[in-house]
């Protein structure tokens, strides 16, 4: 089974750049996390999708940040205009999104390394 | 706001020492409880989870955990560990309710190095 698909790895930019993440979750995955996870800290939960809509952005900085799931499938996050304290590895995570417990576990991209000089 | 708290930053070891890992939560309802492992240049990867019955649970690679509802802990184990074991262990909860969706809040990490 394919995982959780990011790209890119690596970006680097200027500060007031702006930039954007792809996600491709797993095949069949209802639910989509985009995480925020910066040097030392454990990961962030920035928006959550079921399907095309948001279930949870509460820790989206909507001022800088947007992020799309237009078909229910693939996802980007974007950042305009970026500044210094954006730089952190950003995570794509997807699950079944089922109302089974047991099915609601989170399968980890790679991530993208971010960084904002 | 719910927390999660895990005690060490960095843990170093020799092989076939054993590991404990402590992590603790604020959050006074039903959880779910998850570790998380990241070896090196590798993604997040599920340990083990509890959601619940037998609060011990096991995981991949000899590793469990113990769930204690009382002191609020869900301590990693390992019993003897291995070069390999050398990574980042993230522990993650889940409050278990609807409005709560299923949004994992993690502890700030412990990075376990295991010297040869």
């Given at each position: 089974e394919a995982g959780v698909a990011q790209s890119p790895r690596y970006k680097i930019i200027e500060k007031r750049q702006s930039v954007a993440f792809w996600c491709n979750p797993i095949s069949g995955h209802a639910t989509l996390y985009w995480y925020q996870q910066i040097l030392g800290q454990g990961p962030k939960l920035l928006i959550q999708f079921q399907n095309n809509g948001?279930?949870?952005?509460?820790?989206?900085?909507?001022d800088r940040f947007s992020a799309e799931r237009l078909k229910g499938v693939d996802s980007t996050l974007k950042i305009?205009?970026?500044?210094?304290?954006?730089s952190a590895v950003y995570l794509c995570a997807s699950s079944?999104?089922?109302?089974s417990l047991a099915k609601n576990i989170q399968y980890f991209g790679a991530g993208t390394r971010l960084s904002v000089l | 706001a719910q927390s999660v708290s895990q005690h060490n930053h960095h843990v170093i070891l020799s092989e076939a020492a054993s590991l404990e890992l402590g992590c603790n939560y604020s959050y006074g309802g039903t959880v779910n409880l998850f570790w998380y492992v990241q070896y090196p240049g590798q993604h997040l990867q599920l340990l083990l989870k509890y959601?619940?019955?037998?609060p011990l649970v096991k995981g991949i690679k000899g590793f469990e955990a113990e769930f204690i509802k009382s002191k609020f802990s869900f301590n990693l184990r390992k019993p003897s560990v291995q070069w390999s074991d050398t990574a980042e262990y993230f522990c993650a909860v889940i409050p278990?309710?609807?409005?709560?969706?299923?949004k994992l809040t993690f502890g700030g990490g412990t990075r376990v190095l295991v010297k040869p």
């Open positions: 948001v279930v949870d952005d509460s820790q989206l900085p909507k305009q205009p970026a500044k210094l304290e954006d079944l999104g089922r109302s | 959601f619940s019955g037998d278990r309710f609807k409005a709560a969706g299923n």
